[in-house]
């Protein structure tokens, strides 16, 4: 893995930013793999400045994202499609039918999994997934415990999940329960890899995820047998490593 050194939040945002520009640029019609959370946001923020004076152009690119809560629609304002619609999509010159989210109310969710996990093949898979980390080491939702040969699939979030996404909802009450995310072997697949790390609550899931054993209780791990992963943390979350 190699790790890229950043002062802080925004410094990562633009290293993210010219990393995905340089790839988008050399291939336009690239497959990317999405996140959502804090993280990402700043990143995205650059890619839509620099498509507004540049031009970078979206037009041929098909994206996957990692993950949606179970039981929202994508017009609710707490679904990560309605995420990615707002702080990307909406801005640039992507086609809405090539950019995938999961469908959080799917009539049938175990069948939808498997289509999804479909769709990632016949596009010919990920060229490059975007991730975020969760501070339990979750990936996607993919929470600890989960098969490292896991593909897209439904999981019950882990109560520390639910508890640190609750700052996006009213209460923790209205934080779904379930959640469908692309599986630990489908992120696996992508051929490259970016992780963003930043701040301190992210400091102990990056110690382990460097020193610690590669292991289903921490899902991140599975990232160190990945052949092409990049990490760009900040300081905050590098502390002493
Ligand atoms: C969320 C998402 C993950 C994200 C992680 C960290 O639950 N499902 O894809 O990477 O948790 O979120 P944040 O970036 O807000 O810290």
């Known amino acids: 893995?190699?790790?890229?050194?950043?002062?802080?939040?925004?410094e990562m945002s633009i290293k993210a930013a010219e990393f995905m520009i340089e790839k988008i640029r050399r291939s336009p019609n690239i497959n990317l793999g999405l996140a959502t959370g804090g993280t990402p946001v700043g990143l995205y923020e650059h890619l839509v400045k620099d498509h507004k004076k540049n031009n970078t152009s979206y037009r041929?690119?098909?994206?996957?994202?990692?993950?949606?809560?179970?039981?929202l629609s994508g017009e609710d304002p707490n679904s990560y499609r309605y995420f990615m619609d707002q702080h990307l999509f909406n801005h640039i010159d992507?086609?809405?039918s090539n950019t995938c989210v999961p469908l959080g109310n799917a009539k049938n969710p175990q069948q939808y999994c498997v289509d999804y996990e479909k769709l990632l093949t016949v596009h010919g898979g990920i060229d490059i997934q975007i991730l975020g980390i969760g501070s339990n080491g979750h990936i996607g939702f993919n929470e600890p415990g989960t098969s490292f040969l896991s593909e897209t699939h439904i999981v019950e979030l882990a109560a520390s999940t639910r508890e640190a996404n609750a700052r996006f909802f009213n209460?923790?009450?209205?934080?779904p329960t379930h959640a469908i995310t692309m599986g630990i072997a489908s992120i696996m697949r992508s051929k490259e890899i970016l992780?963003?790390?930043?701040?301190?609550?992210?400091?102990?899931?990056?110690?382990q995820l460097?020193?610690?054993?590669?292991?289903?209780?921490?899902?991140?791990?599975?990232?160190?047998?990945?052949?092409?992963v990049t990490i760009i943390a900040d300081m905050a979350a590098i502390g002493k490593i």
């Open 195 to 207: 992780l963003l790390i930043s701040g301190e609550s992210k400091r102990d899931a990056l110690a």
């Open 1 to 10: 893995m190699k790790i890229i050194r950043v002062n802080d939040y925004t």
């Open 171 to 175: 209460s923790l009450n209205e934080v």
């Open 60 to 71: 041929n690119v098909t994206t996957f994202n990692l993950d949606e809560y179970i039981g």
């Open 210 to 228: 460097l020193q610690g054993e590669v292991n289903e209780n921490f899902p991140a791990s599975i990232l160190r047998t990945h052949p092409c």
């Open 94 to 96: 992507i086609q809405k």
